[in-house]
């Protein structure tokens, strides 16, 4: 079975940084594109940064480039989401999922960011 638990997310303040970790079971990391989404209140799920797989090459959305940065760990078979710089409407539940995504989205992690 496919696993996406995705953590790290909290409170924080406008400009500060934090970094979510998703940690993937059912399939490797390395074999798939693979990246974040973000759903914010009252907004449709957006994609945010994706990992090309077996490139190091990104692909982020304009409204995060220079601020988020993604990796992977392929020995732990978790993705990272680097995220600097923090603006109030970054605030979201942030999910880990594959191009093209998994029905099962998993919990997601909160990002709450304050001005």
């Known amino acids: 079975d496919v696993q996406l638990q995705a953590s790290g997310g909290g409170l924080v303040q406008a400009g500060g940084s934090l970094r979510l970790s998703c940690a993937v079971s059912g399939f490797t990391v390395d074999d798939l594109t693979i990246g974040w989404f973000r759903q914010g209140p009252g907004k449709e799920r957006e994609g945010v940064s994706f990992l090309r797989n077996r490139e190091s090459r990104t692909i982020n959305a304009n409204s995060v480039k220079s601020r988020f940065t993604i990796s992977r760990d392929n020995a732990k078979n978790t993705v990272y989401l680097q995220m600097n710089s923090l603006k109030p409407e970054d605030t979201a539940v942030y999910y880990c999922?594959?191009?093209?995504?998994?029905?099962?989205w998993g919990q997601g992690t909160l990002v709450t960011v304050s001005s």
């Open positions: 999922n594959r191009i093209p995504p998994y029905d099962y």
